[in-house]
Every structure is written in C-alpha cells, then in structure tokens.
C-alpha cells in the first residue's frame, strides 16, 4: 500500500485500497481528502549505504549483516523504514513494531493489534498501517517508542476516528463516532464491556486534546483526563435497560406486540413502550428514544422502571434506546428494532414546510452582557433561509425570538410550539446566537437567555439560563424528519464548543456551531453581521457546494462554514472557530437552500 508522512511527521497518505485514490489525512486540522499531488511527504527508505537489512520481507529471519535480529517465535516481519539520521530503523511484524539500533540491538517493542504492513518516519514521529484497518502514530522519545494516536476511515463513506490510547478521540464532521469504542475485559467467566466513542461522546470527545498530544503537547489531554476521572471504570456500572411491554397506537387503541415484531399494524401513528432500568452505581439520566437516527422522545425512568411513548415516521423506523448515567456522560445502549408498515412506502423527501426559529440577544437584563449583532444575525440568516427555501419547500416560515421576548420562558415555549407545529415531513432548523458559557461541573453547555438577571456564581447561573439537558429534551419533541441546528455564542474567554458537538450526537441532528469572545462579536464582519452568520449566509447564497439542481445541502453547508469562519475572523485579526458535526449512522443529508441560476 501506498505510505508515506509529511516532513513534521504529522500529515499522512496513504490509500485504502490496493491500486485506490491516495488520501491525505492531516490530524492537526482533521482534513481528509484526495492527494493533489502535492509533494513533501517522504515514504519509508528500506535501504542505505550504512544499513542493509536482508530477507525482511515476510520472513522470521531477518538480519543486518551477520546480525540476526531478535523476534518472537513464530514471527514474520512485514515492513521496515530507516530512521532519517541512519542511526536505526523500525521493522513492522505480525503482532509487534519493534526499533532497531544501527547495529541491529532491539531498542523497544511495541506491541500492535494487527500485522504492520507499512510504516514510515518522518521527524520526530513514526506511522504504521495495521492489519485491523488502522494507522497509528508512534513518537520517538529517548530512545523508546510511545503510541501517540490511531486513525480509522470507513472506506465507503470516508468518515473516520481518531483517538489516543486514553480513549480521547476526534471524528469527521459527517460522522464516525460509531466506529470505534472501548472494550473492557472482565474476569474469566464474565461478559466484556463495551462502549462506543457515540455512548461516551461527552466524557472521551476532545479534538484539542487529541491533536495537541499529535503535535507534541500532552497538557490538554491529562487536564482532560484529570477531570473524567477513571472512565473505564465507570463505563464498567453504567446501568442497564431490559425490555417490557410495547404495543402499537391505532387510533385510540394500542395494541400488544413484541419485540421481535418487524411490521407493525396499518395505522400505527406511535409505539408505547415500557423498560426496567437497573442501577449499577452510576445513577439514571435520561432515557432516549431515536428514531431513524434522531431523537424522538426522552423520559425521566423511575426506580426500575421507565415508559414512554414514541412517535413514528411514514414508511421504515429504526429505533434505538439509550440510558445515559447520572452525570450524563455516558449511555447504555438498550433494546432495539426495525419495523416496516406493510405496503406503505418511505417517506417522500422533501415533500414539507421549513420552520425557522431564529433567537438572538442583544439586550440583557443586565446591561453590561449587551451585545450589537446577535438580534441582526438572527433576523438576517432567517431572511437568507425564507429567500433560499422559496421554490424548494411547500412553505416558508421563519419565527424570530428577539431581545425581550427571548427570556427562558420564552425560548422554551417558542420550541413547543415549534413542536406543535412541525410534521414528519418538515424540516426544523434552529438558529441561536447571544452570550453562551460552559457550566461546571460536568462541562455542559448553558445558553443566557436575556432575563439572566444574577451572574453571581454557577449555581445561580444554572438556574437562569437553558442548559443543553433541556435543549435536547426540547428537541426532542420537534417531530421533522430533517432539521440543523446553528448555536453562535460569544462570552468572554471563549467557551469550548467541542461541547457543542454533544448536542448533535445526544439529538442525532446536523449541529453546526461558533464561539467567539465579546470583542469579537462586536466587532463584526461588515458592521451589519457577525462573523459565523456572514459565513452562513455566504453558504446559502451559493458559495457552498450545489448539485445540479442547484440546491444546498446541510452537509455541503456545514462543511463550508467550518471551513470559512476562520478565514474570516483572519480577516478581522481574530481567531475564532467553528465545529460542524453530524451523528447519524447512516448519513442522510437534506437541502436547505436553491440557488436561482
């Protein structure tokens, strides 16, 4: 296979097939795409004047010279790469990467999941392809070998997963997270534990982290770990959740079926379903059920027991349990089913209305939290979605929640009646902007509605604003096949909006996301818009990707703002990010936009 590493030892490329397209993935930025061309990135040397190592290739008995070099027995080498300065080389085997000095000593051994078919080196870093799909980044210190990071990409869809050996870990923007998780092995007569990066997205999900430790600077990873604690463990009592009863809503009666059923009665509109939670030492959060991928009920479970009533969509529903713990980091993973309706087909798409809500702030309460662009940005982005949803949505309709009337109260009763309001077949999008902080503890999003009245502590905090738990609980009851939601929240010291992307995955919607230190947005873009609706804007009006008919889609706008925000805020002499991300399995993206040609 083709390998081969940038001269920082970062940038990767490499293909996935024999005789495919050779990508570049770059970990710093988490940029994956097509290799241009571009030159700079150096493959593995397997021979030099100074070091000549013979019958390496698929062989137990490879040797420098007259030096055998040490394996296990039973153990082939597979690949090999010299070190820049001559002074050793790495040779990839069937279960281990081991390093060589220049006169053939074992050095270091790191044990590997998979053969290493390729490796290479570059700089200070060492890259090698394993036989279990993945590639892994290994540093060169004092003389030792130390596991940096892994990489894996889906080969179809091109999302991938990048963590440490921590369990720390960074996805594509269209997903990933489902990818890979953490397995826990028991005692000889128990069942292992699992969990996916998608189950523990709120406690292992940091893409600083994962990237500062690739370029050399371990400090946000062990802040990060110091503040989780013992993950493992407590994946280890997450609590469990068993079926009871479910039966199927036909008009005013509901009718027993089973958890094996795969068609459901014609008329079904919803499935009432029972649980029995047991506690295992974490306590009980949420109880979440997704339907095709997006939340569509949540409960609060009781003592052993929990019910709720789930909403079903035209045509196929795919529906997954979750319990998460009581901190709301981390999940189980409850029963599961696929049902069909017989003889009806899958929904249409794009059949439906687009419903705005649009919420921004500028004027607080507390005169000093004032803000000049959140109320512009929202009026303005709902503009650009009704001129660019025109000819593509049956209808129209954009709701802005300004200033007074974007109290707590407010916000929360303008998305139950979006609730109310959206069919099957819609598609929601939620715009938010104003002054947003990360709570602690337990890092959870906290958006200042504009009757925020007490900055005085967290705790009082907490009880003012709209933290992410009631976010998603409000989102959930927002029955559109399709919707996106779009956060812009400034506060002083920038909050991390790495925890944003927990809202995408705990609803399993497009989440789409800035964050921007005061100064920055009121400086603006152009003196009308901030930086993060500017981008949006540009996204809609065709600066994003189309197709053929000319329509945006959530994915080719997502992509395009996360892209674009940081060149802007370049502009402005500012840095500020954004962080687009997407939770569904199997993706689906949707239109939101037409560019009139």
Same mark, same amino acid.
């Given at each position: %296979?083709?390998?081969? &590493?940038?001269?920082?030892?970062?940038?990767?490329?490499?293909?996935?097939? *024999?005789?495919?397209?050779?990508?570049?993935?770059?970990?710093?930025?988490?940029?994956?795409?097509?290799?241009?061309?571009?030159?700079?990135?150096?493959? *593995?040397?397997?021979?030099?004047?100074?070091?000549? @190592?013979?019958?390496?290739?698929?062989?137990?008995?490879?040797?420098?010279?007259?030096?055998?070099?040490?394996?296990?027995?039973?153990?082939? *080498?597979?690949?090999? $790469?010299?070190? +820049?300065? #001559?002074?050793?080389?790495? +040779?990839?085997?069937?279960?281990?990467?081991?390093?060589?000095?220049?006169?053939?000593?074992?050095?270091?051994?790191?044990?590997?999941?998979?053969?290493?078919?390729?490796?290479?080196?570059?700089? #200070? %870093?060492?890259?090698?392809?394993?036989?279990?799909?993945? =590639?892994?980044?290994?540093?060169?210190?004092?003389?030792?070998?130390?596991? =940096?990071?892994?990489?894996?990409?889906?080969?179809?869809?091109?999302?991938?997963?990048?963590?440490?050996?921590?369990?720390?870990?960074?996805?594509?923007?269209?997903?990933?997270?489902?990818?890979?998780?953490?397995?826990?092995?028991?005692?000889?007569?128990?069942?292992?534990?699992?969990?996916?990066?998608?189950?523990?997205?709120?406690?292992?999900?940091?893409?600083?982290?994962?990237?500062?430790?690739?370029?050399?600077?371990?400090?946000?990873?062990?802040?990060?770990?110091?503040? &989780?604690?013992?993950?493992?463990?407590? =994946?280890?009592?997450?609590?469990?959740?068993?079926?009871?009863?479910?039966?199927?809503?036909?008009?005013?009666?509901?009718?027993?079926?089973?958890?094996?059923?795969?068609?459901?009665?014609?008329?079904?509109?919803?499935?009432? %379903?029972?649980?029995?939670?047991?506690?295992?030492?974490?306590?009980?959060?949420?109880?979440?059920?997704?339907?095709?991928?997006?939340?569509? /009920?949540? $409960?609060?479970?009781?003592?052993?027991?929990?019910?709720?009533?789930?909403?079903?969509?035209?045509?196929?529903?795919?529906?997954?349990?979750?319990?998460?713990?009581?901190?709301?980091?981390?999940?189980? #993973?409850?029963?599961?089913?696929?049902?069909?309706?017989?003889?009806?087909? #899958?929904?249409?798409?794009?059949?439906?209305? +687009?419903? @705005?809500? /649009?919420?921004?702030?500028?004027?607080?309460?507390?005169?000093?939290?004032?803000?000049?662009?959140?109320?512009?940005?929202?009026?303005?982005?709902?503009?650009?979605?009704?001129?660019?949803?025109?000819?593509?949505?049956?209808?129209?309709?954009?709701?802005?929640?300004?200033?007074?009337?974007?109290?707590?109260?407010?916000?929360?009763?303008?998305?139950?009646?979006?609730?109310?309001?959206?069919?099957?077949?819609?598609?929601?999008?939620?715009?938010?902007?104003?002054?947003?902080?990360?709570?602690?503890?337990?890092?959870?999003?906290?958006?200042?509605?504009?009757?925020?009245?007490?900055?005085?502590?967290?705790?009082?905090?907490?009880?003012?604003?709209?933290?992410?738990?009631?976010?998603?609980?409000?989102?959930?009851?927002?029955?559109?096949?399709?919707?996106?939601?779009?956060?812009?929240?400034?506060?002083?010291?920038?909050?991390?909006?790495?925890? &944003?992307?927990?809202?995408?995955?705990?609803?399993?919607?497009?989440?789409?996301? /800035?964050?921007?230190?005061?100064?920055? $947005? +009121?400086?603006?873009?152009?003196?009308?818009?901030?930086?993060?609706?500017?981008?949006?804007?540009?996204?809609?009006?065709?600066?994003?990707?189309?197709?053929?008919?000319?329509?945006?889609?959530? &994915?080719?706008?997502?992509?395009?703002? %996360?892209?674009?925000?940081?060149?802007?805020?370049?502009?402005?002499?500012?840095?500020?990010?954004?962080?687009?991300?997407?939770?569904?399995?199997?993706?689906?993206?949707?239109?939101? /936009?037409?560019?009139?040609?």
């Amino acid at each position: %296979m083709t390998l081969a &590493l940038s001269a920082d030892g970062t940038q990767v490329l490499f293909t996935l097939r *024999a005789g495919g397209q050779p990508l570049v993935f770059d970990p710093l930025t988490g940029n994956l795409a097509a290799w241009q061309g571009e030159a700079g990135f150096a493959p *593995a040397r397997t021979e030099t004047a100074r070091i000549r @190592v013979q019958d390496w290739r698929n062989s137990n008995r490879p040797r420098l010279g007259n030096v055998a070099l040490r394996l296990g027995e039973g153990e082939f *080498a597979r690949s090999l $790469a010299i070190l +820049l300065r #001559e002074d050793g080389f790495l +040779l990839g085997t069937d279960n281990h990467l081991r390093l060589f000095d220049a006169q053939g000593r074992l050095v270091d051994s790191v044990p590997t999941p998979g053969a290493v078919w390729g490796v290479t080196v570059a700089g #200070e %870093m060492g890259v090698a392809a394993l036989g279990d799909g993945t =590639i892994r980044w290994y540093r060169f210190e004092a003389g030792a070998l130390r596991e =940096i990071a892994a990489l894996f990409v889906h080969a179809e869809t091109l999302r991938w997963v990048l963590w440490t050996p921590e369990g720390l870990f960074d996805h594509a923007p269209n997903g990933g997270q489902e990818l890979v998780g953490v397995h826990l092995n028991g005692g000889r007569n128990q069942t292992p534990e699992w969990a996916s990066f998608q189950q523990a997205y709120r406690a292992l999900y940091a893409p600083r982290a994962v990237r500062g430790r690739i370029a050399g600077d371990f400090a946000p990873a062990q802040e990060r770990l110091a503040q &989780l604690g013992e993950v493992r463990q407590r =994946i280890g009592r997450l609590p469990t959740l068993a079926p009871g009863s479910i039966c199927a809503l036909v008009a005013e009666e509901c009718r027993p079926i089973t958890w094996e059923t795969r068609s459901i009665p014609e008329g079904t509109r919803a499935l009432r %379903m029972t649980f029995t939670a047991t506690d295992r030492g974490l306590g009980f959060g949420p109880l979440d059920v997704l339907v095709n991928d997006r939340i569509a /009920a949540r $409960a609060e479970p009781a003592v052993g027991e929990a019910s709720v009533e789930v909403p079903l969509d035209a045509g196929a529903n795919r529906i997954v349990t979750r319990l998460y713990a009581g901190d709301g980091t981390l999940f189980a #993973e409850g029963p599961a089913l696929s049902l069909t309706r017989p003889g009806e087909p #899958e929904a249409p798409a794009g059949a439906g209305r +687009l419903l @705005v809500l /649009a919420i921004g702030v500028n004027e607080y309460a507390l005169r000093d939290l004032n803000l000049r662009f959140a109320v512009p940005d929202a009026r303005s982005v709902g503009d650009a979605l009704r001129r660019s949803g025109a000819g593509l949505f049956r209808d129209v309709e954009v709701r802005v929640v300004p200033d007074g009337r974007a109290t707590r109260r407010g916000i929360l009763d303008a998305l139950a009646a979006a609730a109310r309001d959206t069919a099957p077949a819609d598609t929601f999008i939620l715009y938010i902007a104003g002054h947003g902080i990360v709570a602690q503890p337990g890092n959870r999003f906290l958006f200042l509605p504009s009757d925020v009245r007490d900055t005085s502590s967290m705790a009082v905090l907490r009880q003012q604003g709209l933290d992410d738990a009631t976010l998603v609980a409000a989102l959930a009851r927002i029955r559109a096949r399709d919707a996106f939601i779009m956060i812009d929240t400034c506060y002083a010291g920038q909050i991390d909006i790495d925890q &944003l992307a927990a809202i995408g995955n705990d609803t399993g919607r497009f989440l789409l996301a /800035a964050s921007s230190s005061v100064q920055e $947005a +009121l400086d603006s873009y152009d003196d009308r818009n901030g930086v993060f609706a500017y981008a949006l804007m540009e996204g809609l009006n065709g600066r994003a990707a189309v197709d053929a008919e000319g329509r945006v889609t959530a &994915l080719a706008l997502g992509e395009w703002v %996360m892209r674009r925000v940081p060149q802007l805020a370049r502009e402005k002499g500012h840095q500020q990010n954004a962080v687009f991300r997407a939770a569904q399995r199997d993706l689906r993206s949707f239109p939101v /936009a037409v560019v009139q040609r």
